[in-house]
């Protein structure tokens, strides 16, 4: 069972619709990433958090501690949002990421 | 963006023969990452290296070899390649706090026939 469970694994939405994707693990965490893929692209990051919330652009990213659990939020979805997004952990020291296995994103005009 | 290159950007091999993929930086980042993205299972750790000469197998590592002489270098090695392995390899570089990302290379697609 991998220790970084992302949900949904495919998601469909109108363009303007507002989208949340979850990430929920299963270990103690010094942080987690939330990183986004476009078609046959390259992987970035969007967000690093060891608590609270953070915002950039359109982009909002939540995550609870006790609970094990992290959300990024899309507001006003535009279909160059259309990429996968992936979740990764990160344990102890911060020398090994640990990824979910990504949520793909369609948004259609 | 990062300093980090792979080459070559795609490769069509046949199975058993050795096949090398590199990684380079510019960053002078002591951690390098290499990692296969496979359909359903998302990025897998295959080998890393916290320093020159210094490695570590990661979950995926039967099959590959890894070699890091220079701080900008970082070398996957398929001795044998098999079907397997067919897969999208990245390399990724880190400085090793908690707090940083890790930085991705272009990728890599490799077929083996």
């Known amino acids: 069972k991998n220790e970084v469970e992302q949900s949904p694994q495919n998601l469909t939405a109108q363009e303007g619709e507002f989208i949340t994707i979850n990430c929920s693990y299963s270990?103690?965490?010094?942080?987690l990433h939330w990183l986004q893929q476009h078609p046959g692209g390259g992987i970035v990051s969007l967000f690093m958090?060891?608590?609270g919330k953070k915002k950039h652009g359109r982009l909002i990213a939540t995550i609870n501690i006790q609970e094990k659990h992290s959300s990024l939020h899309i507001t006003a979805s535009h279909p160059r949002d259309s990429a996968v997004y992936i979740c990764?952990?990160?344990?102890?020291?911060?020398?090994?990421?640990?990824f979910g296995t990504g949520t793909s994103l369609t948004v259609i005009p | 963006d990062a300093g980090i290159t792979q080459s070559p950007r795609h490769k069509v091999t046949e199975t058993g023969t050795p096949v090398t993929l590199r990684c380079h930086q510019t960053e002078n980042h002591r951690y390098m990452y290499w990692y296969r993205q496979d359909p359903g299972h998302g990025l897998r750790l295959i080998h890393y290296s916290y320093g020159v000469k210094d490695t570590d197998k990661g979950e995926v590592s039967d099959g590959y070899s890894v070699s890091r002489s220079k701080t900008e270098d970082f070398l996957l090695t398929l001795e044998s390649a098999t079907s397997s392995q067919t897969s999208v390899y990245f390399c990724a570089i880190h400085r090793g706090q908690i707090t940083d990302t890790q930085y991705f290379g272009p990728g890599t697609r490799l077929t083996v026939l």
């Open positions: 958090l060891s608590s």
């Open positions: 270990v103690g965490i010094s942080a």
């Open positions: 990764a952990v990160i344990r102890g020291t911060g020398n090994q990421f640990y």
